[in-house]
């Protein structure tokens, strides 16, 4: 059975980081493209950060760039997204997603027609100012 199962969620203070954990079973990352996303309350889902091995690309929002990381543990099989510097407007549930035909990592995050095959249930993260 496939799945993405994601962890480190929390309540953390503004300014404060965090460390999500993304583990898959059923499949390995390598040839997937690997992306985090986040859906706040009351809003739509949006792309946080991919990366592809298409072209070895990675890509972030506007929104989180300079502040988050997107990383690959092949070996282990876990994605992680360090967060630093968060803001009460980061709240929200954050979902890892994987695409076993991979586009260039900006494809997920900038063009909503670009989808993952599988996604994991989502972490809760809550920032307070």
């Known amino acids: 059975e496939v799945q993405l199962v994601e962890s480190g969620g929390g309540l953390v203070q503004a300014g404060g980081s965090l460390r999500l954990s993304c583990a898959a079973s059923?499949?390995?990352?390598?040839?997937?493209?690997i992306g985090w996303f986040r859906q706040a309350p009351g809003k739509e889902r949006e792309g946080v950060s991919c990366?592809?091995?298409?072209?070895?690309?990675?890509y972030y929002a506007d929104s989180v760039k300079g502040r988050f990381t997107i990383s690959i543990d092949n070996a282990k099989n876990i994605a992680y997204l360090q967060m630093n510097d968060l803001k009460p407007e980061d709240t929200a549930v954050y979902y890892c997603?994987?695409?076993?035909?991979?586009?260039?990592?900006?494809?997920?995050?900038?063009?909503?027609?670009?989808?993952?095959?599988?996604w994991g249930k989502g972490t809760l993260v809550t920032v307070s100012s």
């Open positions: 059923g499949f390995t990352f390598d040839d997937y493209a």
């Open positions: 990366f592809s091995p298409l072209d070895d690309s990675t």
């Open positions: 997603a994987a695409d076993a035909q991979p586009y260039s990592a900006s494809n997920y995050i900038l063009d909503s027609q670009y989808g993952m095959d599988e």
